[in-house]
């Protein structure tokens, strides 16, 4: 990161690469969406190339990376949530630019193998489990169970005392097992 201070394109890029996939799979899963992935990614970029000339090197650069990439995530989803309230404001019934309703709508025929929509299936439920947790859940089971953060590392993102954020994990697995089993029984 200092070499990117002093302006080698070079080494940002050698970042970018060191750390596009851990980056990519903490986005999904903060946004639940594939599509938005490389959109977010590069905002993520871009905010870190901004916030170079300010970066100390007083802890691990990851760190100082997911906390960037969270506060991203963050205004993402704020955007998102903006955009749904506009569009959840108009009727099922109302036609798009194609003349088809949102009722119309159906999802894609698959033949895929029975296992695999099973297994498909049981990630949706998972997925929804995650998704129904508070952020101060969500943002900890992420960081630990998808990007195998340490909890010390955790706690420097989120700044939350170590014992706090294993309390919380604790509340946010027991939260999404009553989430799962309502919704599946």
Same mark, same amino acid.
């Given at each position: 990161?200092?070499?990117?201070? +002093?302006?080698?394109?070079?080494?940002?890029?050698? $970042?970018?690469?060191?750390?596009? +996939?851990?980056?990519?799979?903490?986005?999904?899963?903060?946004?639940?969406?594939?599509?938005?992935?490389?959109?977010?990614?590069?905002?993520?970029?871009?905010?870190?190339?901004?916030?170079?000339?300010?970066?100390?090197?007083?802890?691990?650069?990851?760190?100082?990376?997911?906390?960037?990439?969270?506060?991203?995530?963050?205004?993402?989803?704020?955007?998102?949530?903006?955009?749904?309230?506009?569009?959840?404001?108009?009727? $099922?019934?109302?036609? +798009?630019?194609?003349?088809?309703?949102?009722? +119309?709508?159906?999802?894609?025929?698959?033949?895929? =193998?029975?296992?695999?929509? =099973?297994?498909?299936?049981?990630?949706?439920?998972?997925?929804?489990?995650?998704?129904?947790?508070?952020?101060?859940?969500?943002?900890?089971?992420?960081?630990? @169970?998808? @990007?195998?953060?340490?909890?010390?590392?955790?706690?420097?993102? $989120?700044?939350?005392?170590?014992?706090?954020?294993?309390?919380?994990?604790? @509340?946010?697995?027991?939260?999404?097992?009553? =989430?799962?089993?309502?919704?599946?029984?």
């Amino acid at each position: 990161m200092l070499a990117v201070q +002093d302006g080698d394109l070079d080494a940002f890029e050698t $970042l970018v690469e060191r750390y596009r +996939d851990r980056l990519a799979g903490f986005v999904y899963h903060h946004i639940g969406s594939y599509s938005a992935v490389p959109d977010i990614l590069q905002d993520i970029f871009v905010q870190v190339h901004r916030a170079a000339p300010r970066y100390e090197p007083r802890g691990k650069f990851g760190i100082w990376l997911f906390t960037i990439a969270r506060a991203v995530c963050i205004n993402a989803l704020k955007k998102k949530l903006r955009r749904a309230k506009r569009i959840t404001d108009r009727p $099922l019934s109302a036609i +798009d630019a194609n003349g088809t309703s949102l009722l +119309d709508r159906t999802p894609a025929d698959t033949e895929a =193998a029975p296992e695999s929509m =099973a297994r498909q299936e049981e990630f949706k439920k998972v997925r929804q489990a995650i998704e129904s947790l508070p952020d101060i859940y969500r943002d900890v089971v992420i960081l630990r @169970q998808f @990007q195998e953060l340490s909890y010390r590392d955790i706690s420097a993102i $989120l700044q939350v005392p170590e014992g706090a954020l294993r309390v919380r994990m604790h @509340q946010a697995i027991e939260l999404m097992r009553k =989430a799962y089993f309502e919704e599946n029984g």
